[in-house]
């Protein structure tokens, strides 16, 4: 059974800075492209950043240079480190897990985040 459990997410202030975790069980880890969506209240759930099975990784423009994604092919978990918090960053942060060799998503339950003084 696949599972993504993610960790890390918590009321900051502007500025602030937050580690998000994915832990993942039941997955060749190594073979999965892996990547952080968020989904504020009322919105869509947009795409933050991608890290390939390779290690290459791509961010959306709102939050290059700020955000840093990174996995740990060990562990089969992926991070997010995230810096320079603003309000509109404040969301519920999903784990997502693409096989690919057969392009199958897995989704995590997800963690809010929420950046406000």
């Known amino acids: 059974q696949v599972q993504l459990v993610e960790s890390g997410g918590g009321l900051v202030q502007p500025g602030g800075s937050l580690r998000l975790s994915c832990a993942a069980s039941?997955?060749?880890?190594?073979?999965?492209?892996m990547g952080w969506y968020r989904q504020a209240p009322g919105q869509q759930r947009d795409l933050v950043a991608v890290?390939?099975?390779?290690?290459?990784?791509h961010y959306v423009d709102s939050v290059k240079g700020r955000f840093t994604i990174s996995r740990d092919n060990v562990k089969n978990t992926v991070y997010l480190q995230m810096d320079s918090l603003k309000p509109e960053d404040t969301a519920v942060y999903h784990c997502?897990?693409?096989?690919?060799?057969?392009?199958?998503?897995?989704w995590g339950q997800g963690t809010q985040v929420t950046v406000s003084s």
């Open positions: 997502n897990a693409q096989s690919i060799r057969s392009g199958n998503h897995y």
């Open positions: 039941g997955i060749r880890f190594e073979l999965y492209r």
């Open positions: 890290i390939t099975d390779g290690g290459v990784s």
